[in-house]
């Protein structure tokens, strides 16, 4: 499985979703940033919205449309265990 994490430079928001993601051990999934300063379609999409997750089951770079699933944001107070907990439920799925 694989997180996408579209977020931008100088986000706070953003960093602390990352760094509390990348604190989560009970779990096994790759992350993967995107800037959406980097990309017109994400840019557009989501400049008012990150930091926004994604689930996604591909693998590969050019993802089918379709293949990812857009994650409800946490509170910026949870507790890395509580992101665990919210991420194994719809891992579950």
């Known amino acids: ?35 959406i300063t980097t990309r017109e379609d994400w840019f557009a999409a989501y400049e008012y919205e990150v930091p926004v997750l994604y689930l996604s089951n591909h693998r590969g770079v050019q993802d089918q449309e379709g293949s990812e699933k857009p994650l409800p944001r946490p509170s910026p107070r949870a507790s890395v265990q509580q992101l665990e907990q919210m991420l194994r439920k719809y891992l579950a799925n």
């Open 1 to 35: 499985m694989r997180l996408i994490l579209y977020s931008k430079p100088g986000c706070h928001l953003c960093e602390g979703l990352q760094e509390k993601l990348e604190q989560i051990q009970n779990l096994s999934f790759e992350l993967e940033v995107r800037d």
